[in-house]
């Protein structure tokens, strides 16, 4: 009984991990992907050039899905601590 809702746990617990990072991930995919096509189309081939909008693009991706996110982690902790006084 006790390892059907540990297992049960840890499946919730990778799944939330990749959903609150899906957002983050793919901004950085789509900003690569375009700096990447701009790289290739004017030959330039500087490596600072692909880091600095995504790094911009990242951090506004977190202050724009950051209070989500949050969110969705502490519901997460909050029903495994539920859980966690319920199994005493």
């Known amino acids: 009984m006790a390892e059907d ?3 049960q746990v840890l499946k919730q617990g990778l799944y939330l991990a990749l959903l609150v990072s899906l957002p983050v991930v793919l901004t950085s995919l789509a900003v690569g992907l375009f700096v990447s096509l701009i790289q290739a189309t004017t030959q330039l081939q500087d490596h600072t050039l692909s880091f600095v909008p995504k790094l911009v693009a990242v951090l506004g991706a977190l202050a724009l899905f950051g209070g989500w996110m949050g969110g969705q982690l502490l519901r997460f ?4 601590f539920m859980g966690i006084a319920m199994w005493r």
Do not use: A, D, K
Request: charged share 0%; aromatic share 0%; no cysteine.
């Open 5 to 7: 809702v540990i297992l």
């Open 77 to 80: 902790t909050q029903s495994v």
